[in-house]
C-alpha cells in the first residue's frame, strides 16, 4: 500500500541545466498536485493535473517551468535552465476523484542548484 | 498575500502536556481546512481536516476546531511526545471552483521537551 512517490529525493544541478522531478501518485489517485517549499515557508501551490490534462497552472513561474502527468507512467515537473533561485524543496501530492481535497503528500526532492 | 497564518511561529511544551496550535486564516469563502505535521526531510503528513459545517472534530488524540465567526482554527494535541516534535501547517481551500488549491500558512515549530 505505497504512498506517494517522488524521485530522486536529492537533485544537484548546476545553473543552465534541466531538472526533471518525478511524482508517481497513490494507487487509485488520479490527480496530482504539485508544491514548492522554500527554506522555513509554507508550501506554495504550483500545478494540479489530470491524466493527460492541466487543469490549473496558476502557481507556475511562466518560463522555464512545465508538468505533465502522461496516460501511463509518472507525473513530471520539468525546470529548464535552472537558477539558483529554483533550490526548493518540490512536493508531490496525490487525491482520489472523491474526495478531491484530500492531499497526501510525498516525501519530496530537494533541488540545489549550484 | 497569505489568506492562512500562524499566531505562533513556535511552541514548547513538556512530554504529558496538551498542546494546542493555532491558525488565522483571512479567506470567507474557505470551507475546508487541513492540518499537516512535517517532519524535517519529509513531506506534509495528513493529520486532520475539517468542513465548514463542523465545528470540532476528533482524531487519536488530536481535535481541531474551527471558529468561523472569528475565522479561527486550532489543532489540540492531547498528551504530547516526542515523536510529535514537527512543524505544524494549517491549509484551507474551497469547494467548488478552486477546491484543489491548497494555501498553506508559514508552520509552527512544535518542539516536545522530555
Known amino acids: 500500500n505505497a504512498g506517494v512517490m517522488q524521485n530522486p529525493r536529492h537533485l544537484v544541478r548546476r545553473r543552465g541545466q534541466e531538472a526533471r522531478l518525478r511524482c508517481s501518485p497513490m494507487?487509485?489517485?488520479?490527480?496530482v498536485y504539485w508544491y514548492r517549499q522554500l527554506p522555513e515557508e509554507g508550501l506554495k501551490f504550483m500545478v494540479y493535473?489530470?491524466?493527460?490534462?492541466?487543469?490549473?497552472e496558476s502557481g507556475m513561474p511562466k518560463e522555464r517551468f512545465s508538468a505533465e502527468f502522461p496516460k501511463e507512467g509518472p507525473s513530471i515537473l520539468r525546470i529548464q535552465q535552472v537558477v539558483r533561485g529554483d533550490s526548493a524543496a518540490y512536493f508531490c501530492?496525490?487525491?482520489?476523484?472523491?474526495?478531491?481535497?484530500?492531499?497526501?503528500f510525498g516525501p519530496g526532492t530537494r533541488l540545489l542548484v549550484l | 498575500g497569505e489568506s492562512v497564518g500562524l499566531h505562533l511561529p513556535t511552541l514548547s511544551v513538556q512530554e504529558g502536556d496538551n498542546s494546542i496550535i493555532n491558525c488565522a486564516y483571512s479567506?470567507?469563502?474557505?470551507?475546508?481546512f487541513i492540518w499537516y505535521k512535517q517532519e524535517s526531510g519529509k513531506g506534509p503528513q495528513f493529520i486532520i481536516d475539517?468542513?465548514?459545517?463542523?465545528d470540532k472534530r476528533q482524531g487519536q488524540r488530536v481535535t481541531v476546531l474551527l471558529n468561523k465567526t472569528v475565522k479561527h482554527l486550532s489543532l489540540q494535541i492531547a498528551a504530547t511526545q516526542p515523536g510529535d516534535s514537527a512543524v505544524y501547517f494549517c491549509?484551507?481551500?474551497?469547494?467548488?471552483?478552486?477546491?484543489?488549491?491548497?494555501?498553506f500558512g508559514k508552520g509552527t515549530l512544535l518542539t516536545v521537551n522530555p
Open positions: 501530492a496525490s487525491s482520489p476523484p472523491i474526495p478531491k481535497e484530500t492531499q497526501y
Open positions: 493535473l489530470q491524466k493527460e490534462n492541466i487543469i490549473d
Open positions: 479567506n470567507s469563502a474557505s470551507d475546508y
Open positions: 475539517i468542513r465548514s459545517n463542523m
Open positions: 494507487k487509485g489517485h488520479s490527480h
Open positions: 491549509a484551507e481551500a474551497t469547494s467548488g471552483g478552486s477546491n484543489y488549491k491548497l494555501t
